[in-house]
């Protein structure tokens, strides 16, 4: 498909009615695991070059470079050593933009996909009939064009992260539609799919980022 198509195919779909057109959409020829795939790469892609750009045009680390020298010299190194701990400091700057630029890029369809993969799983233990294929062709459909809107959100401070978190709860509203539809569950069933994994997830990142506090209040109080 190329890219009008596909904006109409995402319009479409986030304007609704969402039970008759996610029924419609999954009967159309292109409602096939290789378009989400390639939907949710062409996310990523967004994301990786939204992200470069920023770095080009507000430089970030060129700044936070220019003043180091001052800053290493009033803590009492010496211009070598000052030029040596700059250059370090830029060699892994540039590969942690790297890697972040590369996670994006992998991250973003790789998370969707399997995320995808849970709310079906859910869906199935909970008597749903429905693919994987189709669902994720319907999850695509509505959170690519979402997760690229959250990408250019994500750049205003304060207001951004709030409303890429709102997009993200109408992300798992929309899930549920589509799981009634490709599955065709009851709304108490396909509720369940979607908040189960939705609640298993935050329960396990509360778990993780209180066990590495904790690791960070014992390291601390060893120093």
Not at 32 to 38: D, E, G, K, P, Y
Not at 59 to 81: N, R, T, V
Request: aromatic share 10%; charged share 10%.
């Amino acid at each position: 498909m190329d890219l009008k198509s596909s904006m109409n195919v995402w319009l479409r779909v986030l304007r609704g009615p969402y039970e008759t057109v996610f029924a419609e959409e999954l009967q159309k020829p292109y409602a096939r695991l290789a378009t989400a795939v390639i939907w949710l790469v062409a996310a990523g892609l967004v994301a990786v070059l939204v992200w470069i750009l920023v770095f080009m045009l507000l430089d970030p680390m060129g700044q936070s470079m220019a003043m180091m020298p001052d800053l290493l010299a009033q803590m009492g190194f010496s211009a070598e050593q000052s030029t040596e701990l700059i250059t370090q400091m830029e060699e892994t700057t540039q590969a942690s933009m790297f890697l972040m630029l590369c996670g994006l890029l992998v991250g973003i369809p790789g998370l969707a996909l399997a995320w995808s993969g849970m709310l079906w799983l859910a869906a199935r233990l909970l008597g749903g009939q429905g693919s994987y294929d189709k669902q994720t062709f319907l999850f695509a459909a509505f959170t690519t064009p979402l997760l690229m809107v959250s990408v250019f959100l994500y750049l205003f401070p304060l207001l951004g992260p709030l409303l890429v978190m709102g997009l993200m709860v109408y992300i798992l509203y929309l899930s549920f539609w589509a799981l009634r539809v490709v599955h065709g569950l009851a709304a108490e069933r396909a509720a369940t799919a979607v908040l189960a994994p939705t609640l298993g997830f935050l329960v396990a990142g509360c778990c993780v980022v209180t066990l590495w506090l904790s690791m960070l209040a014992a390291a601390l109080g060893a120093a």
